[in-house]
């Protein structure tokens, strides 16, 4: 069986296509409407819905153009089927179950979680189990134990806002223009961490007590920047800055490192729109040193949304053969376990 | 030459098979959970039942809208992704001249306007008028728009007599020289009407007629308008 995947992805708010051959990515297209977004402050899923229509038929010729590949030659189909918007993903579902149909191929129902976490198994990080993968984006915060990528363990997630999140609603508060991770971070690189005292991100429900709460540091920090009202703000925004984003990135480091720790693995992972963070990666790189732990980053482009994951994540799925997938379905919402896989 | 037609716009999907000057097949998915999202297991039915496979397709019509947006774009994800797989042509056609071609057996004569109405809640309805000339002639002599049900019926009433078909014609005031056509099977709409729109008047893009804003934008524009008074 070979092993060439056109795999889409359109979860949220990227249109994304890409060729994988086993661990090798020949194409990886991502049309961001990031910029469209920008005007309402964050994702509408209508107008994600609406531009993934008239965008992803391009983006897959696309991604098959530069692979170097025609529709005729991949092995199997894979699209996102779950979790996301359900507007966004019924675009892809529905394109990527006809393109299958009338290619004659085999479809993967891919989950978008288990694609963030498959994105170590690609080239050129390549990296085998065991291991725990910390997944941080804008809809997501988790910790994964992976013995196997095909059953990615859920060690403990964000209870309410996910990182990200956080990080965009802070950004705005400190008038920061959406998407803020950037943002944020350019101005927290002028900042004190320590200058305020924000709660940090944790919960410890569960036995392991891995979980993540974002709620409470969003709140400080509506609280501050009224106590200091805006000429207060304006005076100490990178100090501001700096502060709320370590509260945010460093539970998201030490529980990552800690979690490694407790399942006795030598290395951890990062992705998601959050592992673009400097600040993030610096304290990762830290714990992972002094507990003797390799640290894989896949490249940003990875760690984003994109469908090069989803394709990885498609190698750990069964497929659905041809054409037992045309009353295939796309759902909005993540297992009870986590991962669909 | 062999057509695939689909609409997925209202709650009951419907598709057909149109060979050169014949349907060969037509069906209609029925109201039930998973609306559009049944499309291709409807059409893969179909084609079994019409003894053709997909790969025996020369073309593709779709019903572009008015009415749901999530199945508007899952009918046309669906045209789309099976034409750029074979490499065949697809049409965009309107849901309300389709509706209104089917609705125009029950003219009392041929001067009689068709409204097609199609349900587009909160109050409202995505309709239009048509005189309907030649088979898949249709002129427009209402715009389609989302329109309120009252505001409808005084522009319907402004063209002359009338007949209102479509799932949304029960919405719609009756006015003296309107009438509604039969309750039933003229609110469907007739899949192969697409492809007779196509043949009379042309290719169309593949464009979603949405005939609505997103929320978000109709709120962005406005507290813009808003801001511009204040
Ligand atoms: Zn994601």
């Known amino acids: ?341 | 030459m062999t057509t695939f037609a689909l609409d997925t716009a209202t709650p009951d999907p419907a598709l057909a098979l149109v060979a050169d000057d014949e349907v060969r097949a037509e069906a209609w998915l029925g109201r039930g959970p998973g609306g559009g999202r049944r499309i291709l297991e409807g059409a893969h039915h179909l084609f079994a039942m019409a003894g053709i496979v997909v790969a025996d397709l020369d073309a593709v019509v779709v019903g572009v809208g008015p009415g749901g947006f999530t199945g508007i774009r899952i009918g046309i994800a669906t045209a789309l992704g099976l034409g750029q797989a074979l490499g065949i042509p697809v049409h965009g056609a309107s849901t309300l001249e389709a509706l209104a071609l089917g609705a125009a057996v029950c003219r009392h004569s041929d001067d009689e306007v068709v409204a097609s109405v199609i349900d587009a809640r909160r109050g409202q309805v995505y309709a239009a008028a048509y005189s309907v000339g030649a088979p898949g002639v249709v002129r427009e002599v209402v715009t389609a728009a989302a329109w309120d049900p009252g505001a409808l019926a005084t522009a319907l009433a402004a063209v002359g007599p009338c007949v209102i078909a479509g799932d949304g014609a029960d919405l719609v005031p009756l006015v003296p020289g309107v009438r509604r056509a039969p309750a039933g099977v003229l609110d469907r709409i007739g899949p192969a009407h697409l492809v007779a729109l196509v043949r009379a008047s042309g290719p169309r893009p593949v464009a979603p007629q949405y005939l609505r804003l997103p929320d978000a934008e109709e709120n962005r524009r406005r507290r813009e308008r808003e801001g511009a008074v204040a």
């Open chain 1, 1 to 341: 069986m070979g092993d060439l995947v056109l795999a889409i992805e359109t979860s949220c708010d990227e249109t994304a296509a890409a060729v994988v051959d086993g661990r090798r990515i020949l194409s990886n297209i991502v049309s961001s409407q990031a910029d469209l977004h920008a005007v309402y402050g964050g994702v509408v899923p209508e107008v994600a819905a609406r531009h993934h229509l008239t965008t992803v038929n391009a983006v897959v010729d696309r991604a098959l153009a530069v692979s170097g590949t025609s529709l005729r030659d991949v092995d199997r189909i894979a699209v996102t089927g779950r979790p996301g918007l359900i507007g966004a993903l019924l675009v892809g579902v529905a394109t990527a179950k006809a393109l299958a149909y009338a290619a004659g191929k085999d479809l993967v129902m891919a989950d978008h979680l288990h694609g963030h976490v498959a994105a170590c198994w690609l080239a050129p990080v390549a990296l085998d189990p065991p291991f725990v993968a910390l997944t941080a984006s804008g809809g997501h915060t988790r910790l994964d134990l992976v013995e196997d990528y095909a059953r990615p363990v859920l060690l403990g997630q964000t209870l309410d806002d996910a990182a990200g999140e956080a990080i965009d609603k802070g950004a705005r508060l400190l008038g920061i223009p959406y998407p803020g991770g950037p943002g944020l971070e350019a101005l927290a690189r002028d900042g004190d961490p320590t200058a305020f005292d924000f709660p940090v991100g944790l919960r410890s429900r569960g036995p392991g007590g891995l979980d993540f709460s974002y709620a409470g540091v969003k709140t400080a920090l509506l609280y501050a920047t009224r106590d200091l009202g805006a000429d207060g703000v304006a005076a100490c925004r990178a100090d501001l800055a700096a502060s709320y984003q370590e509260a945010i990135v460093r539970p998201l480091a030490d529980r990552l490192i800690r979690a490694a720790a407790q399942a006795g693995v030598p290395a951890v992972s990062i992705g998601g729109g959050v592992a673009a963070n400097g600040r993030l990666r610096a304290l990762v790189e830290e714990g992972a040193g002094k507990h003797g732990l390799s640290v894989a980053i896949p490249d940003r482009a990875l760690c984003t949304d994109n469908a090069a994951m989803i394709a990885a994540a498609a190698r750990f799925t069964e497929p659905i053969p041809w054409p037992d997938f045309v009353g295939a379905d796309a759902v909005a919402t993540a297992p009870p376990g986590g991962i669909a896989a």
